[in-house]
């Protein structure tokens, strides 16, 4: 259902998530459920300044897109909206946005772990750390546990 029911983009400014979440669901009365997520970038116990993420545009888009395509194939969505920013990211702020609906709430709720572990963890972002002491961090490696969250879909495919 990547047509005119869903909206992927990426991006640097903020999102406004009420605003996303009310654009899909505007004349809609078929749906049942839906299902948002905000991941916001954390201060690391005061330690991080800003993240900053970089992408490959066009790219990141399509390939997020080809996953978007999966999870529509896999549950009954009604609707679906990935916004994920680039740049620099300061502590409480934005950095990705999940929005699934469908009929039911399961379908909402399982398509958004899946489509928020595959950001997590196969998504074409980079991110590097810039502390609160002035110095540029490491690139973010990927952590064990988020792999293990997302291997859960390949055995429940």
Do not use: N
């Not at 749906?31 to 993420?53: K, P």
């Not at 909206?81 to 990211?89: A, F, M, V």
Request: include cysteine; glycine fraction near 8%; proline fraction near 4%.
């Amino acid at each position: 259902m990547t047509g005119p029911r869903a909206t992927i983009r990426v991006q640097a400014e903020p999102f406004d998530a009420a605003a996303e979440s009310a654009a899909l669901t505007a004349g809609r009365r078929d749906l049942g459920a839906v299902v948002t997520f905000t991941g916001l970038c954390r201060d690391e116990d005061g330690r991080l300044a800003a993240l900053e993420i970089e992408h490959y545009p066009g790219m990141a888009e399509a390939e997020i897109a080809r996953v978007a395509a999966q999870a529509e194939a896999r549950w009954p969505l009604g609707g679906l909206c990935i916004i994920h920013r680039h740049g620099l990211i300061a502590p409480g702020d934005p950095i990705v946005l999940v929005v699934t609906a469908s009929r039911h709430r399961a379908a909402a709720f399982e398509a958004a772990c899946f489509l928020m572990d595959y950001l997590k963890t196969s998504a074409p972002f980079w991110k590097k750390e810039h502390f609160a002491d002035g110095t540029a961090g490491d690139w973010v490696a990927a952590k064990a546990a988020d792999e293990a969250a997302a291997g859960r879909w390949d055995r429940e495919g």
